[in-house]
C-alpha cells in the first residue's frame, strides 16, 4: 500500500513540475511575443580606411523602407527582409541582423574592401578584393590604385563581370594592386593603364620613363626587373632618359 501511495504522489508531483513547465513556456512565448524594440544599432566593419556605407544614411534608408521599429514588437519584424534590404547596397559585402536580450535590433554590416578603381571616359567603378565590381561612392573616394585606359570591362556592372575571359584579367589585376600595396610600390606608381587587350603601362612618379609591363602575369618577376632598372639602369644615365623600358619579356629589359 505504501509502495503504491509513494508511486502516486510521485506521478502527481511529476505531473505538477511538468505543468509549471509548460505554463513557464507558455508565458515566456507570449512575453517574446509583447516584447517590443526598444533601440537600433548599427555598426561597421570591413574598409580600413574609408566608411562607404553612413550609419545616419543606411538608418534613414531603413527607416523609409520599413517604418521606425523602435515601440514595435520584435516578432513582427522580419530580420531576413532587413538583410536583404541592407545587402542590397551596393558598397555592403554582408549584413546581419539580429535581435538581443535587451530588446535591441542589432545591424552588422560587413563593407566592401576596394582595392582598385577604373576610370574610363568620365565613368568609373571599384573593384573590391574579390573580383566585384560597385559603383564609385558619392561622398567618399577610397586613396586606392587607379586603372585607366582602354578597361575591357563593363563599368557600368555591379559583381563579377560576365565575360569569363574578363573575368580571369580581373582577378589578375586584384592580385597586381594587393602586390603594389604590400610591396611598397604605391607611393612610387603615379597612375596604371590599360592598352590593347589588356595590357598595362605604369607611370612612377619619380621618372619620366614608361613602364611596359604586358599583362597582369608574373607580376612579381616584372617588379623584379623594375627594381633592376632603377639599381643597375637609371645611375648610369645621367641626363639622359629613355621614353619607355619594357618589362614583358622574362630576364629581359627593352629601352628605347
Same mark, same amino acid.
Given at each position: 500500500?505504501?509502495?503504491?501511495?509513494?508511486?502516486?504522489?510521485?506521478?502527481?508531483?511529476? &505531473?505538477?513540475?511538468?505543468?509549471?513547465?509548460?505554463?513557464?513556456?507558455?508565458?515566456?512565448?507570449?512575453?517574446?511575443?509583447?516584447?517590443?524594440?526598444?533601440?537600433?544599432?548599427?555598426?561597421?566593419?570591413?574598409?580600413?580606411?574609408?566608411?562607404?556605407?553612413?550609419?545616419?544614411?543606411?538608418?534613414?534608408?531603413?527607416?523609409?523602407?520599413?517604418?521606425?521599429?523602435?515601440? $514595435? +514588437?520584435?516578432?513582427?519584424?522580419?530580420?531576413?527582409?532587413?538583410? $536583404?534590404?541592407?545587402?542590397?547596397? &551596393?558598397?555592403?559585402?554582408?549584413?546581419?541582423?539580429?535581435?538581443?536580450?535587451? &530588446?535591441?535590433?542589432?545591424?552588422?554590416? /560587413?563593407?566592401?574592401?576596394?582595392?582598385? +578603381?577604373?576610370? +574610363?571616359?568620365?565613368?568609373?567603378?571599384?573593384? =573590391?578584393?574579390?573580383?566585384?565590381?560597385?559603383?564609385?561612392?558619392?561622398?567618399?573616394?577610397?586613396?586606392?590604385?587607379?586603372? =585607366?585606359?582602354?578597361?575591357?570591362?563593363?563599368?557600368?556592372?555591379?559583381?563579377?563581370?560576365?565575360?569569363?575571359?574578363?573575368?580571369?584579367?580581373?582577378?589578375?589585376?586584384?592580385?597586381?594592386?594587393?602586390?603594389? $600595396?604590400?610591396?611598397?610600390? &604605391?607611393?612610387?606608381?603615379?597612375?596604371?593603364?590599360?592598352?590593347?587587350?589588356?595590357?598595362?603601362?605604369?607611370?612612377?612618379?619619380?621618372?619620366?620613363?614608361?613602364?611596359?609591363?604586358?599583362?597582369? =602575369? =608574373?607580376?612579381?618577376?616584372?617588379?623584379?626587373?623594375?627594381? /633592376?632598372?632603377?639599381?643597375?639602369?637609371?645611375?648610369?644615365?645621367?641626363?639622359? $632618359?629613355?621614353?619607355?623600358?619594357?618589362?614583358?619579356?622574362?630576364?629581359?629589359?627593352?629601352? +628605347?
Amino acid at each position: 500500500m505504501k509502495k503504491i501511495l509513494s508511486y502516486t504522489v510521485g506521478a502527481l508531483l511529476l &505531473s505538477i513540475l511538468l505543468a509549471l513547465c509548460i505554463w513557464s513556456f507558455i508565458e515566456g512565448r507570449r512575453a517574446d511575443r509583447q516584447q517590443l524594440c526598444r533601440k537600433v544599432n548599427i555598426s561597421l566593419n570591413g574598409a580600413k580606411q574609408e566608411n562607404f556605407v553612413s550609419v545616419e544614411d543606411l538608418k534613414s534608408e531603413i527607416r523609409a523602407e520599413f517604418g521606425d521599429f523602435r515601440g $514595435r +514588437r520584435l516578432t513582427d519584424i522580419d530580420l531576413c527582409a532587413v538583410e $536583404r534590404f541592407v545587402d542590397s547596397r &551596393s558598397a555592403v559585402l554582408k549584413s546581419e541582423v539580429y535581435v538581443t536580450r535587451d &530588446s535591441s535590433l542589432n545591424i552588422v554590416v /560587413k563593407q566592401r574592401q576596394p582595392v582598385l +578603381r577604373f576610370i +574610363r571616359n568620365g565613368q568609373g567603378c571599384y573593384s =573590391d578584393d574579390q573580383g566585384k565590381l560597385f559603383p564609385l561612392q558619392g561622398k567618399t573616394s577610397a586613396r586606392v590604385l587607379a586603372v =585607366d585606359g582602354e578597361i575591357p570591362l563593363d563599368l557600368n556592372h555591379n559583381g563579377r563581370p560576365e565575360s569569363a575571359r574578363w573575368s580571369r584579367w580581373l582577378d589578375k589585376m586584384v592580385a597586381f594592386a594587393i602586390f603594389v $600595396r604590400e610591396e611598397g610600390w &604605391s607611393g612610387r606608381i603615379s597612375s596604371v593603364s590599360v592598352y590593347g587587350k589588356g595590357e598595362l603601362k605604369i607611370y612612377m612618379t619619380d621618372t619620366p620613363e614608361v613602364f611596359i609591363f604586358g599583362t597582369p =602575369d =608574373d607580376i612579381e618577376a616584372k617588379f623584379a626587373r623594375i627594381s /633592376k632598372w632603377y639599381t643597375a639602369v637609371k645611375p648610369t644615365l645621367g641626363d639622359r $632618359r629613355y621614353r619607355s623600358v619594357n618589362v614583358k619579356f622574362d630576364r629581359q629589359l627593352v629601352c +628605347r
